[in-house]
Nanobody
Framework: VQLQASGGGLVQPGTSLTLSCVAS????????LGWFREAPGKERELVSC????????YYDDSVGDRFTISKDNAKNTVHLQMNNLKPEDTGVYYC????????????????WGRGTQVTVSS
């Protein structure tokens, strides 16, 4: 299983950014996929996840309704739409997956992609 993330960058507060993660070697129905964030000086934390077979979603309280996770099964791709970005959203975002898709990575991930940097600054 490989996870390929893309979409990071430097943006101003209040703007939007979309992260994408393409999975290979497994289908999205078999895998929970989501994003962890590692902010400077902090531990890596789960930001959002979408369940494989159910499509149920999870969001950390810090992102509230500003972030939306979605998946395209045909393209084996998960997207994280991030709106109204804040400086505290800054960090390295890691696409991650859980197999089997039991708890939407509440206990960690089994697969990791390379991180993509998101910097929110004026």
């Amino acid at each position: 299983v490989q996870l390929q993330a893309s979409g990071g960058g430097l943006v101003q507060p209040g703007t939007s950014l979309t992260l994408s993660c393409v999975a290979s070697g497994i289908t999205l129905e078999e895998l929970s996929l989501g994003w962890f964030r590692e902010a400077p000086g902090k531990e890596r934390e789960l930001v959002s996840c979408i369940g494989g077979p159910t499509g149920n979603t999870y969001y950390d309280d810090s992102v509230g309704d500003r972030f939306t996770i979605s998946k395209d099964n045909a393209k084996n791709t998960v997207h994280l739409q991030m709106n109204n970005l804040k400086p505290e959203d800054t960090g390295v975002y890691y696409c991650a997956g859980e197999y089997p898709p039991i708890g939407c990575m509440r206990d960690g991930a089994d697969y990791w992609g390379r991180g993509t940097q998101v910097t929110v600054s004026s």
